[in-house]
Structures are given as C-alpha cells and as structure tokens.
C-alpha cells in the first residue's frame, strides 16, 4: 500500500527566506503523481503545486518549486522569498496513474512566517 | 459551477444521535471522498467513491457509512455519535483518482458531539 509522510509536524521561517518542507512516499508503482495542498487559516485547501512520476524536470509556480527524486521517493516543497500569507498547513499527496484507488495524503506540515 | 458544497457548517450532537452530513458537487467528478482533520492528525480519509455505486473503506471508517447513488452526491452517516467523533469533516472530489487532477475540497463541516 503506498503510504506519504510528512516528517516535520511545524517549521518556521524568516519573512523573504526560503523555506523547504520535505515528503517522502512508498510505493510500487512506477507511474503516479505527487501533489502539495496548502490549507490556511480559512480551512479553504489549494492546490499549490503537481508533478507527473514520468516527468524528470522539476515542476514550479512562481515562488513555489519541487525537488522530486523518484529513486529515493522524495518529494519536497521549496517556497521562495516567503510571504506572511504563506503561513498555512501544507499536505503532501499522492495518486497511482492507472487504478482506480484512493487518494493518499500526508499528515501535514503546519509553517510559520516570521516578521 | 457551485463547486463541492458541504451542509451543515456547524453541528452539534449529543451522544448516541445520528446524522448525515452533505456532499454535493457539480462538476461531474468520479472520485469523491471524506476525511476529518484533527489537530495533529492532519487528514485522515474515512470512506472514498470512485464512481456512483463504489465505496470503499478509508483510514477510519468505524462509526461512518457512505454511499453513492448519484455522481453528485455522497453523504456521509453518523451511526450513533460518539465524542470521538468530534472533529471537522472535509468532502472532496475530483474528475477521477487517476492521474493529474486536481482536489477540490468543500469548506468542511465542524461537529461537536457532546
């Protein structure tokens, strides 16, 4: 069964720093895709940023980037010149390509902007 | 679209009670699923549906039940509620669990169980 794994319950970080937030998976398969979710204070979850297995190339979205190594199934979240309204919960996700399964997420990563 | 929509946002419950708690979404999405969020439990998936008429059991299904009988919907049922049971419920869908799609969660329901 595949499982996802935050190993940082809370982390925090000087405004304009940046900050990476790890996550680390198990699985068998070799085609899949890895996600991060941001949830703040509003409760509201948003995608923050996706990386297809196949792809070698790291995704990223303005300030929010991805170092995904697929042989030692690591998948860790950078954010860039952090901002006060990056303070949230960030969770770690992961879904199997080709079956029709659930829908794995980590326990979470609470991260604190410093002023 | 509407989105994921989840009612009651707020309930209270005495022990022993049942309810249902509301799912719905309007964008066509196979897979739907629950979780609850306790504080340093992060999310933890009670039951999922990959499409109206499959079910299946999550992480902590007991004292939950679902089904599916439309694509929209997908209630979740308190059997008899339990303290325990205290906590806040997120319901999320997406086109399938396949692939590269996006999760699009509801704004979550508080209960309190008494």
């Known amino acids: 069964a595949q499982t996802v794994t935050q190993s940082q319950p809370e982390m925090s970080v000087q405004e304009a720093e940046t900050v990476t937030l790890s996550c680390t998976y198990d699985?068998?398969?070799?085609?899949?895709?890895l996600f991060w979710y941001k949830q703040p204070p509003s409760r509201q979850m948003i995608l923050v940023i996706r990386?297809?297995?196949?792809?070698?190339q790291n995704a990223t979205e303005n300030r929010f980037s991805v170092n995904f190594q697929k042989a030692a199934k690591s998948f860790s979240l950078k954010i860039s010149d952090s901002q006060l309204g990056d303070a949230a919960m960030y969770f770690c996700?992961?879904?199997?390509?080709?079956?029709?399964?659930?829908?794995?997420f980590g326990k979470g990563t609470r991260l604190h902007i410093l002023p | 679209n509407a989105g994921v929509t989840q009612t009651p946002k707020f309930q209270v419950l005495k022990t022993g009670q049942s309810m249902t708690l509301q799912c719905a979404q309007d964008?066509?999405?196979?897979?739907m699923s629950w979780y609850r969020q306790d504080p340093g439990m992060g999310l933890r998936l009670i039951h999922y549906?990959?499409?109206?008429?499959?079910?299946d059991q999550g992480e902590v299904p007991n004292g939950y039940n679902v089904s599916r009988s439309t694509t929209e919907d997908f209630p979740l049922r308190l059997l008899s509620a339990a303290p325990s049971q205290t906590s806040v419920y997120f319901c999320?869908?997406?086109?399938?669990?396949?692939?590269?799609?996006?999760?699009?969660f509801g704004p979550g329901t508080r209960l309190t169980v008494t």
């Open positions: 964008m066509n999405h196979e897979y």
């Open positions: 999320a869908s997406s086109y399938t669990s396949r692939g590269n799609y996006e999760q699009y």
């Open positions: 990386q297809e297995a196949y792809k070698q």
């Open positions: 549906s990959v499409g109206a008429g499959i079910t």
């Open positions: 699985t068998s398969e070799s085609d899949y895709y």
């Open positions: 996700a992961f879904s199997d390509a080709n079956r029709d399964d659930k829908i794995i």
